[in-house]
């Protein structure tokens, strides 16, 4: 055994009992290999045991008529289990059982000794660095100790692993940690090397998201222990870290955006601090927050408006608080395209209504959202609005996927669903599913239950399981209030400050009728209810569907939020703006591109994808995708993506981005000489970001990594100035 295996420890009662009992210590069995070293083959083991316990049951079934009242079947159950038990225990014995123990040999076995040498490493605590600390372990007599029993191959550690021939060339200044990919490179470099044991000296801060199974199951296969040694402390005292930020990588010209904030502290539990995201200079929102209690994960909530056109690098930030030991983990960056085009929403009514004429009225100052309406009048008049071209519509609602698939959205108001053809109802049902657009549901005398939806081929298109009955539109008034999640929905942002906001719904004219919509769907979200008397019924509810998304607005009657309020109030159009550009804001073109990741920190591996549809919204398995890349210093790329055997339509490649910067990607998509689409993506490389955040031990990677791989670990980085030294 070398020196980093030895465990010094005064065995306990229960140990040497173990040892007494079966001649070897516990840990010989916990590491050890049971195999059987017989030369017959371990079939006809298995095969006599079995033949044996069939043979005994055959037995003791045959003496059971001539057996004892007092012997019952449970009590000839487990003499039978007894014998057959002692017969398997005779078997195996012939086979000769052994336990099979690796052991390191000296002078034959290789001991890799890896070093972190990140930048975390050179993070300062109780008077010396964390690298200087592993130094001082290395240079106290374990290093040398080791050379003179193994070969010992000295590493650091960063993106990768790379030998060194000393400390010396340890220089805490890498600024990334990926701890998986440097054991596995290690472990394939190595490969035809007896390497006994790896001994790891870090702080676990390991950039690439953790270690993942394949690269522990390697250093398994091959009977590499990783021995571990932790360094750091793993409480910051002092420190205020935002963990993660969430945000749409994609959003509509002068919309409002929300995003989910997650942040932790430690010594600052109760002060306010000021939460902002800035564009730039600029400054989009901010907000005072209460820091919770130390170590807790906090998550915050933050509107902004998305601005003008283009591609936006928004830094969500936190204002640094006195005597806080890492400022840099205060910050982090985020990605949002932008973008300006025409969103067309195509509007059916089924009757002429003031909830139609203030609808439309909303949206008339919107300069993203277009709405084409068709207004039945009379049974077979239809009167249009908002059309492009005079065969726009002309004979009717499409029924052919090319021409509902032009529009983004959907609203139907007061329409029975026997208004719709079988093939328009499937067609309603693929727009949403296939298409990925937006669909709206209005209350009315013709819509939801009293309009058949329920029974219709599109009710399991709904978020809402409808009432089994009629008369469910009622002209009664009613009004409206928030809950818990329509509160953190833009879509029912009225107002900035979220108890302002709920406060103000409390206060919005009533409406004058409502429509019971049955019970919400499980994946359903319920965004706000209405007081109807004495009951309470959903008043909007959506939920995703397919590609795409649903929303039922239970109620014809939201104009008197304009009609009953000053001239100059804007909450009503303010409302129907939202709730339409949330309708068409996720709506997909004909080719979609992303990546996992839009700020690439350190690493400028790139998985790009891109989801490509025909006319029809169907995959398009055949087409010629290719990206264009364009980043900094005059960075040029064509790269072309190939179609994924697994899922058709969908289209990957990889690619590196060696400097860092941002990057704009344009992919398109071609059918022979037909173009299918394109679609614009940015991402940004950010180097020496990744160190700046979770510098505490991460004691529990390295604890795991040490227990899956076999290891221990041996010793980890203390409070103190005297750390302990290697066993």
């Given amino acids: 055994m070398c020196a980093a295996n030895r465990i010094v420890a005064t065995p306990g009662p229960g140990l040497i009992m173990f040892e007494f009992l079966f001649d070897y210590p516990r840990s010989v069995f916990s590491k050890g290999q049971i195999v059987l070293l017989g030369s017959w083959p371990k079939w006809v083991l298995a095969a006599l045991i079995l033949a044996a316990a069939a043979g005994l049951a055959l037995a003791i079934w045959s003496r059971l008529s001539r057996a004892a009242p007092s012997m019952k079947k449970w009590r000839l159950g487990v003499i039978w289990l007894l014998q057959s038990s002692l017969v398997a225990l005779l078997l195996i014995l012939l086979w000769e059982p052994a336990i099979m123990v690796a052991e390191l040999k000296p002078q034959q076995n290789i001991i890799a000794v890896v070093v972190d040498d990140s930048r975390s490493m050179a993070i300062s605590e109780d008077g010396s660095t964390r690298q200087a600390q592993a130094t001082k372990a290395l240079e106290g007599g374990v290093l040398t100790e080791l050379q ?305 939806w329920g029974a219709s081929s599109m009710a399991d298109l709904l978020p809402v399981t409808l009432p089994n009955r009629k008369d469910t539109f009622q002209r009664e008034p009613a009004t409206a209030e928030l809950t818990p999640a329509g509160a953190e929905s833009i879509i029912c942002r009225l107002v900035e400050d979220p108890a302002k906001n709920a406060d103000r719904w409390k206060k919005l004219p009533y409406m004058m009728n409502y429509q019971d919509p049955g019970t919400p769907k499980p994946g359903a979200a319920v965004l706000a209810q209405m007081n109807a008397g004495s009951r309470k019924m959903p008043l909007l509810v959506t939920q995703n569907y397919g590609r795409g998304r649903v929303a039922v607005l239970a109620t014809e009657g939201t104009w008197r939020w304009q009609m009953s309020q000053p001239v100059d109030d804007k909450t009503h159009d303010f409302f129907w703006q939202q709730l339409m550009r949330w309708l068409v804001s996720d709506t997909p073109g004909h080719v979609t591109s992303s990546v996992p990741n839009q700020i690439l920190l350190d690493d400028g591996h790139l998985d790009l994808s891109a989801d490509v549809r025909d006319k029809n919204y169907m995959p398009a398995a055949d087409a010629l995708v290719e990206a264009h890349i364009l980043g900094p210093q005059g960075i040029a790329a064509a790269v072309p993506l190939v179609q994924d055997p697994n899922t058709p339509g969908v289209f990957r490649a990889e690619w590196t981005a060696d400097k860092p910067g941002a990057y704009t990607a344009e992919v398109s998509a071609t059918r022979g000489q037909e173009e299918i689409g394109r679609d614009v993506l940015n991402f940004q490389r950010m180097d020496g970001v990744a160190e700046n955040f979770h510098t505490e031990q991460n004691r529990e990677l390295l604890e795991k990594l040490s227990a899956e791989t076999g290891g221990r670990e041996i010793w980890r980085g203390r409070r103190d100035s005297n750390p302990r030294p290697l066993p």
């Fill in 148 to 452: 003179k029993r193994f070969q010992t191959r000295l590493y650091r550690l960063d993106a990768g692993a790379s030998m060194i021939s000393g400390l010396d060339q340890l220089h805490a200044s890498a600024p990334v940690t990926h701890i998986g990919d440097g054991l596995k490179q290690l472990s394939e470099e190595t490969a035809d090397l007896p390497i006994g044991a790896v001994v790891l000296l870090s702080d676990g801060a390991d950039n690439s998201g953790g270690i993942d199974a394949d690269t522990v199951a390697a250093l398994r296969n091959r009977r590499i222990p990783i021995h571990t040694v932790g360094f750091g402390r793993e409480q910051v005292p002092h420190d205020v870290e935002i963990n993660d930020v969430t945000v749409a990588s994609r959003a509509l010209a002068d919309s409002r955006l929300a995003a989910t904030v997650t942040l932790h502290q430690r010594g600052y539990a109760g002060q306010k601090v000021a939460l902002k995201v800035r564009d730039g200079d600029k400054i989009l929102a901010a907000r005072e927050i209460t820091l919770g209690p130390d170590g807790n994960l906090q998550t915050e909530n933050l509107l902004f408006n998305a601005g003008a056109a283009g591609s936006k690098s928004l830094q969500f930030a936190i204002d640094p608080l006195a005597g806080e030991e890492n400022k840099a983990n205060n910050t982090v960056t985020r990605l949002v395209n932008v973008q300006s085009g025409k969103h067309r929403i195509l509007y059916i009514e089924g009757e002429p209504r003031w909830e139609f004429k203030f609808i439309r009225r909303a949206e008339e100052t919107d300069r993203i959202v277009q709405l084409v309406s068709m207004l039945r009048t009379t049974e077979n008049k239809i009167y249009r609005q908002g059309i492009d071209d005079p065969k726009e519509l002309a004979d009717g609602f499409p029924s052919k996927p090319e021409d509902l698939f032009g529009y983004d959205g959907l609203v139907i108001g007061s329409v029975e669903a026997g208004y719709f053809t079988p093939t328009q109802q499937d067609l309603i049902q693929q727009f949403v599913d296939r298409r990925g657009g937006g669909l709206l549901l209005l209350g009315g005398r013709f819509s939801l239950a009293d309009g058949g």
